[in-house]
């Protein structure tokens, strides 16, 4: 068991270093090229959509970062999907002095994927960026983005934010995998996106969106065009330096944390995407390995050992994720790693577990029809 124990950390150690190492480090010499490009932004042909639907309680950290913009662009299109509270007035309130447009999904429409594409059918610019209703970022934000060099799509930076002590185990779930994302696509290219922080080009849109393949699914704005954009060959960069990121908060509770996982498993699993597919096997392979070993360990009394092999494993992951974490800010969510590992075996039985049955809703909706 012992010689078994050491072959898992020393195939665990080669895996995640290349990715997270060499792939990251190989990641941030295209980001260095990127700003090299001759051809840059316009923020005059950028129309930034974010879809909506009540929230109200949730919308005026995203209305103040736009007022405090030093640059913004050509618009800012809000699409209504049948709210029923006050985010329409704190929108005209807020926005009195900026260019932007209210639009609202008629009857028998609805959802974020057919939000953008109506706010996209509706505008003519030669970019789009969409953002979710509940995030935040600087007052530079788009000084930043018109440094980039022209491409058909930008998955940039969306960073959780946790308040309180056992969100941090909410923000690390996602850090960890969009530092995965950020050294994959230095490898080779990018398996996730978040339409949180999405910006791509209108004719690259309309060229590689396959909508009736997802169109019975709620939610995947963001997955399935990253992967129709992937399928065409587009020139699809990842971006994860803090200067063009949002911030939005984590899940606010257990429950709320699981329901968003298991929309996410739901999403890549109707990917037919093969990198995706084999990336996501691999990690659960990990994960069973991991748990299969300390229950051995456990289940022979050897305490000691257990608690060897998650400090090794903590060891590991925070070295080898260092340069993510340092690169976004976020070392102090990086500390919380050791306790992330002590619980991690037990969360990830808790979705295998729930994955067959459980149906997570999404604004009252289920994600898998309309």
């Given at each position: 068991?012992?010689?078994?124990?050491?072959?898992?950390?020393t195939i665990y150690c080669l895996s995640i270093s290349l990715v997270t190492i060499v792939g990251y480090l190989n990641n941030?010499?295209?980001?260095?090229?990127?700003?090299?490009?001759?051809?840059?932004?316009?923020?005059?042909?950028?129309?930034?959509?974010?879809?909506?639907?009540?929230?109200?309680?949730?919308?005026?950290?995203?209305?103040?970062?736009?007022?405090?913009?030093?640059?913004?662009?050509?618009?800012?299109?809000?699409?209504?999907?049948?709210?029923?509270?006050?985010?329409?007035?704190?929108?005209?309130?807020?926005?009195?002095?900026?260019?932007h447009t209210i639009l609202t999904l008629d009857e028998g429409i609805s959802g974020k994927k057919n939000a953008i594409r109506?706010?996209?059918?509706?505008?003519?610019?030669?970019?789009?960026?969409?953002?979710?209703?509940?995030?935040?970022?600087?007052?530079?934000?788009?000084?930043?983005?018109?440094?980039?060099?022209?491409?058909?799509?930008?998955?940039?930076?969306?960073?959780?934010?946790?308040?309180?002590?056992?969100?941090?185990?909410?923000?690390?779930d996602v850090v960890l995998a969009n530092a995965l994302n950020a050294g994959l696509s230095g490898l080779s290219r990018p398996?996730?996106?978040?339409?949180?922080?999405?910006?791509?080009?209108?004719?690259?849109?309309?060229?590689?969106?396959?909508?009736?393949?997802?169109?019975?699914?709620?939610?995947?704005?963001?997955?399935?065009?990253?992967?129709?954009?992937?399928?065409?060959?587009?020139?699809?960069?990842?971006?994860?330096?803090?200067?063009?990121?949002?911030?939005?908060?984590?899940?606010?509770?257990?429950?709320?944390?699981?329901?968003?996982?298991?929309?996410?498993?739901?999403?890549?699993?109707?990917?037919?995407?093969?990198?995706?597919?084999?990336?996501?096997?691999?990690?659960?392979?990990?994960?069973?390995?991991?748990?299969?070993?300390?229950?051995?360990?456990?289940?022979?009394?050897?305490?000691?050992?257990?608690?060897?092999?998650?400090?090794?494993?903590?060891?590991?992951?925070?070295?080898?994720?260092?340069?993510?974490?340092?690169?976004?800010?976020?070392?102090?969510?990086?500390?919380?790693?050791?306790?992330?590992?002590?619980?991690?075996?037990?969360?990830?039985?808790?979705?295998?577990?729930?994955?067959?049955?459980?149906?997570?809703?999404?604004?009252?909706?289920?994600?898998?029809?309309?």
């Amino acid at each position: 068991m012992i010689s078994f124990s050491i072959l898992f950390f020393t195939i665990y150690c080669l895996s995640i270093s290349l990715v997270t190492i060499v792939g990251y480090l190989n990641n941030r010499k295209k980001e260095r090229n990127y700003m090299l490009d001759e051809e840059k932004i316009n923020l005059d042909d950028v129309l930034v959509i974010i879809p909506f639907r009540n929230e109200a309680h949730r919308i005026e950290m995203l209305l103040k970062s736009i007022v405090k913009l030093k640059e913004s662009p050509a618009e800012f299109v809000f699409v209504d999907d049948h709210s029923s509270d006050n985010t329409r007035e704190l929108v005209s309130r807020y926005l009195e002095n900026v260019n932007h447009t209210i639009l609202t999904l008629d009857e028998g429409i609805s959802g974020k994927k057919n939000a953008i594409r109506e706010a996209i059918s509706r505008t003519k610019s030669k970019f789009i960026l969409t953002l979710d209703a509940d995030v935040s970022f600087g007052v530079d934000y788009f000084s930043n983005l018109k440094s980039l060099g022209k491409a058909d799509m930008y998955v940039l930076p969306a960073i959780l934010v946790a308040k309180k002590w056992y969100e941090y185990f909410f923000e690390l779930d996602v850090v960890l995998a969009n530092a995965l994302n950020a050294g994959l696509s230095g490898l080779s290219r990018p398996i996730m996106a978040s339409g949180a922080n999405l910006f791509f080009r209108r004719e690259a849109f309309e060229l590689a969106d396959n909508y009736s393949l997802h169109s019975s699914f709620a939610s995947g704005d963001d997955t399935f065009l990253l992967r129709d954009f992937s399928k065409n060959k587009m020139d699809v960069r990842t971006i994860s330096s803090p200067d063009v990121a949002i911030y939005t908060e984590t899940p606010q509770s257990f429950k709320e944390f699981i329901d968003q996982r298991l929309r996410w498993i739901g999403k890549t699993s109707n990917l037919n995407d093969s990198l995706n597919s084999s990336t996501t096997y691999i990690q659960a392979a990990f994960a069973l390995l991991f748990l299969v070993i300390i229950a051995l360990f456990l289940s022979n009394g050897e305490w000691r050992i257990v608690c060897a092999i998650i400090i090794l494993k903590s060891v590991v992951d925070m070295l080898m994720f260092g340069l993510y974490f340092n690169r976004i800010n976020r070392m102090t969510t990086w500390l919380f790693i050791p306790v992330y590992e002590l619980l991690f075996p037990f969360y990830s039985l808790l979705l295998l577990v729930l994955v067959p049955t459980y149906k997570p809703k999404w604004k009252g909706r289920e994600i898998y029809k309309l």
